[in-house]
Structures are given as structure tokens and as C-alpha cells.
């Protein structure tokens, strides 16, 4: 059935599966890239050192498995973002009726001429590339790792942001050190929320992002 909904679900698995089948061939390419430098400097320091038999030899044998597992796991990776995607998409949206569905759609499609839509979109080493659709009733967020959220605009009452300090362990070079960042969450609250636990929210990791996203809610909604 050719309706509003299924055309924009539709958009956004082709949109991760694209964004995962580019991100992995990049991937595939360093990896290629390192496998071809690495046996021609194994090579070149075994033909110095009198030992030809290289490629026939443990080391050759290592380096394919290693290129059979590598494009095993970019398999299953993107495979599996993109199934996440999916199961996200259906659980933010289930308890939604079908009209609902079909006016969120048609608004994120831009079907409705009465109705502004504005898409932001950034991209960090962490969370990849991700977007945010604003429309007068619907927000999402996404991203290529299988991210989806939605906020119900048209019954959120406050919405409110903050600075925090994080602090996770980064370890390397036998080295394991304590490492801490900024971010920037937003929260938002549903109207007969008079509570301090938020109805929905986001963490953003520079301030820009996050102020561009607020932007296009205020330009959309008029707030």
C-alpha cells in the first residue's frame, strides 16, 4: 500500500543502508590499504634477510584470515545497524495510531504545503553522521549506528537544556587514562509532566548542534 508512511520509512532504511554501505566502504578501504602495505614490507625485510618463502609461509596465512574476518564483521555490522534502525522506528511509533503515523510522515515528507520542515544534519567521530527532522508536531533524531528517537513537539510543554561534565576511561599504548568532555543535553517535557524525570532527551557533543537543532524547532513553531 503506497501511503505516507510507508514512503518515509521506506526513505530512512535506504537512508542507513546507504550511510552504513559508505561508512563500511571506507572502512574496507583502509583495511585493504593496510594489507597491501604490510606484505610488501614483510617481503621487502624477508628478501633482505634471505627468506623469500614469505607468501608461502605463517604470515600469509594470518593476513588472509585476517581480510576474510575483517569483511565477515562489515557484513554482520552493517547488517545489523540497519536492523536496530528498523526495531527503533517501530518502537518510538507503536504506540501511535495509524492516522497519527500517516500526519508525522506527511509533515517529515514535506506533503503538507501549511506545514515547515527543516533537517539538520552533523556528523562526530563517536556517533557518525547524524540528523534531526523538525516539523510543528514531530522532532527525530537519527544517526548511522542505528539511532532513532522521536518527540512529540505538539505535546511538550517545556523544553530545557544543560551543560555536564562527563568522565570515561581511555586506554592505549598500555597506557589506561581517565579522560572528561563536555556535552550538551536537551530535555523535553510532555504537558501534565510535573516531574523533574524528562519525557524525552538527547545528548549533543558540541553546543552548535544542539543550537542549531533548538533553531529550527523555534523558526518551525514560531516559540
Request: net charge neutral.
Given at each position: 500500500m503506497d501511503t505516507a508512511y510507508n514512503r518515509w520509512l521506506g526513505k530512512e532504511m535506504e537512508w542507513i543502508r546507504q550511510e552504513r554501505k559508505r561508512e563500511n566502504g571506507r572502512a574496507a578501504l583502509i583495511w585493504v590499504a593496510i594489507t597491501l602495505i604490510c606484505p610488501i614490507i614483510s617481503m621487502i625485510s624477508g628478501l633482505a634477510n634471505g627468506a623469500p618463502e614469505f607468501w608461502t609461509g605463517m604470515p600469509a596465512s594470518l593476513l588472509i584470515g585476517a581480510c576474510i574476518g575483517f569483511f565477515t564483521w562489515l557484513g554482520i555490522f552493517l547488517s545489523r545497524a540497519v536492523v536496530r534502525y528498523d526495531k527503533n522506528i517501530k518502537r518510538c511509533l507503536e504506540s501511535m495510531t495509524q492516522s497519527d503515523r500517516e500526519t508525522m510522515a506527511q509533515q517529515i515528507l514535506g506533503e503538507d504545503p501549511e506545514i515547515k520542515v527543516r533537517e539538520v544534519d552533523w556528523k562526530s567521530l563517536m556517533e557518525g553522521h547524524n540528523k534531526a527532522y523538525v516539523t510543528r508536531d514531530y522532532l527525530t533524531f537519527s544517526n548511522d549506528r542505528g539511532l532513532f528517537l522521536l518527540v512529540h513537539l505538539w505535546k511538550t510543554e517545556r523544553i530545557e537544556t544543560d551543560?555536564?561534565?562527563?568522565?570515561?576511561?581511555?586506554?592505549?599504548?598500555?597506557?589506561?587514562?581517565?579522560?572528561?568532555?563536555?556535552?550538551y543535553p536537551v530535555a523535553f517535557y510532555y504537558r501534565g509532566n510535573h516531574t523533574d524525570q524528562q519525557d524525552m532527551d538527547y545528548v549533543f557533543q558540541k553546543s552548535e548542534w544542539r543550537d542549531a537543532v533548538l533553531k529550527a524547532i523555534r523558526e518551525v513553531t514560531g516559540d
Amino acid at each position: 500500500m503506497d501511503t505516507a508512511y510507508n514512503r518515509w520509512l521506506g526513505k530512512e532504511m535506504e537512508w542507513i543502508r546507504q550511510e552504513r554501505k559508505r561508512e563500511n566502504g571506507r572502512a574496507a578501504l583502509i583495511w585493504v590499504a593496510i594489507t597491501l602495505i604490510c606484505p610488501i614490507i614483510s617481503m621487502i625485510s624477508g628478501l633482505a634477510n634471505g627468506a623469500p618463502e614469505f607468501w608461502t609461509g605463517m604470515p600469509a596465512s594470518l593476513l588472509i584470515g585476517a581480510c576474510i574476518g575483517f569483511f565477515t564483521w562489515l557484513g554482520i555490522f552493517l547488517s545489523r545497524a540497519v536492523v536496530r534502525y528498523d526495531k527503533n522506528i517501530k518502537r518510538c511509533l507503536e504506540s501511535m495510531t495509524q492516522s497519527d503515523r500517516e500526519t508525522m510522515a506527511q509533515q517529515i515528507l514535506g506533503e503538507d504545503p501549511e506545514i515547515k520542515v527543516r533537517e539538520v544534519d552533523w556528523k562526530s567521530l563517536m556517533e557518525g553522521h547524524n540528523k534531526a527532522y523538525v516539523t510543528r508536531d514531530y522532532l527525530t533524531f537519527s544517526n548511522d549506528r542505528g539511532l532513532f528517537l522521536l518527540v512529540h513537539l505538539w505535546k511538550t510543554e517545556r523544553i530545557e537544556t544543560d551543560v555536564k561534565q562527563i568522565t570515561y576511561r581511555a586506554s592505549g599504548g598500555g597506557m589506561n587514562m581517565r579522560m572528561s568532555s563536555e556535552v550538551y543535553p536537551v530535555a523535553f517535557y510532555y504537558r501534565g509532566n510535573h516531574t523533574d524525570q524528562q519525557d524525552m532527551d538527547y545528548v549533543f557533543q558540541k553546543s552548535e548542534w544542539r543550537d542549531a537543532v533548538l533553531k529550527a524547532i523555534r523558526e518551525v513553531t514560531g516559540d
